[in-house]
């Protein structure tokens, strides 16, 4: 029986509200799956708080692994560890750089994707797929072998062209989800009333693309900006910041590193909240609007 | 929620597209060169590194030397045994520990669109701190002075003498606690759109709650299980982080990645790491490939 038959069936064999079996599953169900919900948070929590409580600890040796008094001086000098802030300054360079070449490049596969026909379809889906079903140590290697075989010496250039490389297929999923969307009719309207192929794309389809664009930026960065295992491949003698907490991990990590992804976690949540807020202000708007 | 696009949303359905034109070939070109040239291309050079050969001064030239895979398979077996076998175990938790929570945010939640977003930011919010940062900090946590083992030995589950961090068992938990956003997100989309009227149908049909749940929610969620669990278990098979020695891991609980990394940065055995690397790759692929025509998914990729 298909799910359609038996809505219909349930519809007709509609039992008693009152039947005993559904009450009680209703009230169990009520408060374990929320308790369930909170301890869940807790858990995935831990570390996060673990991390921001020790970016406030007073570092007696070179690890900062034991609590022993508050302090803010980490925060107040969060460059007196030269090497933190240099990585955290080579991190955001990357990723700046990273977003913006995988945000173009792949909002403009996105939009062939969805708008236009094409031959060899699905060896172009293949294509977008196979890098986000590759580990990453893979992925790694195989870059890092062909820079050896090229000749071409691991830095700042080989990190950015890795970090576009794997931030690409999660730009073109994020923006086909936005573009597939789209009424077309919105822009075969402005085709209508003779808009350039460039005004249509300007005004019509950048604009609406857009919320999809800059979640898909935002990925972007935050893919690059955490990433260790290809980057590690890559580097060089180049420090990011994932990889000086990688190599410091063996001596200790200086609690300036705490602070710094302590910030860069507040102003991400501080985003994500802000463009929730966005979202659901103007959905409601729009509900609003409606006869 | 924008970031659970990359989750393998499924309801994405083209309209079919109409026009085809040039414009499509000068979109589509600068990426799939770039793809072409910093993603298919480094495969086939790794697929050559794998097979040179090494002279007698150390150095590699190009070869066809088959047993650099028969080699360094045989010597790993153990870490590739262990790394699949780590990866399912982590997969297999953090779906039990995702989809309660899934189910909860994408259901039980609807009414509540602010509640339901505020439960989504805590979902993703590891995400947004160093992935290291809070491996070190689970480090401490399960460390022999931690307060985990304190309490274990205080209520005498573990001898004296026990250990989490540099056992599997640490290295699993690492893995499971590191890809539980990449289990939820997906599972929270596809339930997030569950039509509630088929729950009611079966229980109007007399179906025991358990029995709705197996035969109904949990078909009807089927794309967000697939695509959560490859989330998980592709980047948990090759992970080398959680298995380091810095890390959670220890000398019993080395993984594939471990041993690509060594090869390929210390040791620079690059057919070695090459082999194993495509060995990783080849795998995961036929498993994600079997894996998604038996569960029906094939649409979702």
Wanted: aromatic share 12%; with cysteine; proline share 5%.
């Amino acid at each position: 029986m298909s799910a359609q038959e038996g809505l219909a069936l349930g519809r007709a064999y509609a039992s008693e509200p009152g039947d005993p079996r559904r009450r009680q599953r209703f009230t169990l169900g009520k408060w374990l799956l929320p308790l369930y919900c909170v301890l869940a948070f807790v858990f995935l929590l831990i570390p996060i708080v673990y991390t921001i409580a020790f970016s406030f600890n007073t570092q007696t040796g070179k690890s900062n692994i034991s609590w022993s008094g508050f302090t803010l001086a980490n925060w107040t000098g969060v460059c007196d560890q030269q090497d933190v802030c240099a990585a955290f300054g080579t991190s955001l360079l990357i990723g700046a750089i990273a977003t913006v070449a995988a945000t173009v490049l792949g909002t403009m596969i996105a939009i062939a994707l969805v708008r236009y026909r094409f031959p060899f379809r699905s060896a172009v889906s293949l294509l977008i797929f196979l890098p986000m079903a590759t580990p990453e140590v893979v992925m790694g290697a195989g870059l890092a072998a062909q820079f050896l075989s090229a000749g071409i010496p691991k830095g700042i250039g080989t990190i950015i062209i890795a970090h576009t490389l794997f931030c690409l297929s999660f730009v073109v999923v994020t923006v086909k989800a936005r573009a597939a969307s789209l009424d077309p009719a919105l822009e075969e309207a402005g085709r209508d009333l003779y808009g350039s192929p460039f005004a249509v794309f300007s005004r019509i389809t950048l604009p609406l693309l857009l919320p999809g664009i800059m979640a898909a930026a935002l990925l972007s960065f935050s893919l690059s900006f955490d990433d260790f295992i290809i980057t590690y491949f890559n580097s060089g003698t180049v420090q990011t910041f994932p990889t000086y907490i990688y190599i410091s991990a063996q001596r200790g990590i200086p609690a300036q590193a705490n602070v710094i992804a302590s910030a860069v976690f507040v102003i991400a949540i501080a985003i994500v909240v802000i463009s929730q807020l966005v979202t659901q202000s103007r959905r409601r708007r729009l509900t609003s609007a409606r006869p | 929620m924008a970031i659970a696009a990359f989750a393998g949303n499924a309801t994405a359905v083209d309209a079919t597209p109409r026009r085809r034109s040039w414009v499509a070939l000068f979109l589509l070109l600068p990426g799939l060169l770039y793809l072409v040239l910093f993603f298919i291309v480094p495969l086939v050079s790794l697929i050559i590194t794998s097979l040179e050969s090494q002279g007698l001064d150390g150095s590699f030239a190009y070869g066809f030397v088959v047993s650099n895979y028969t080699d360094s398979v045989s010597t790993f077996a153990t870490q590739i045994w262990r790394s699949f076998g780590f990866a399912l175990i982590a997969t297999v938790i953090a779906l039990l520990f995702s989809y309660p929570l899934a189910y909860f945010i994408g259901v039980t939640a609807r009414r509540w669109p602010l509640l339901q977003s505020f439960m989504l930011i805590l979902v993703i919010a590891p995400f947004f701190i160093s992935f290291l940062l809070r491996t070190l900090a689970w480090k401490t946590i399960l460390s022999d002075n931690g307060p985990v083992v304190t309490a274990l030995q205080g209520l005498s589950l573990m001898g004296p003498q026990g250990h989490i961090t540099g056992e599997p068992i640490a290295v699993v938990f690492g893995l499971t606690y590191n890809f539980i956003p990449f289990m939820c997100l997906p599972l929270y989309t596809t339930l997030e759109r569950l039509d509630l009227r088929y729950l009611e149908a079966s229980s109007d049909l007399y179906a025991s709650g358990w029995a709705t749940f197996r035969k109904v929610t949990i078909p009807l969620s089927l794309p967000g299980i697939v695509s959560g669990t490859l989330l998980t278990f592709i980047p948990a098979a090759g992970d080398y982080v959680n298995a380091s020695q810095d890390f959670l891991g220890g000398t019993s609980s080395t993984m594939i990645g471990n041993v690509i990394q060594s090869n390929f940065l210390v040791q620079q055995n690059y057919p070695a790491a090459a082999a194993l690397s495509i060995v990783l790759m080849f795998v995961i692929l036929v498993i994600v490939s079997v894996y998604v025509r038996r569960s029906g998914t094939e649409d979702l990729l």
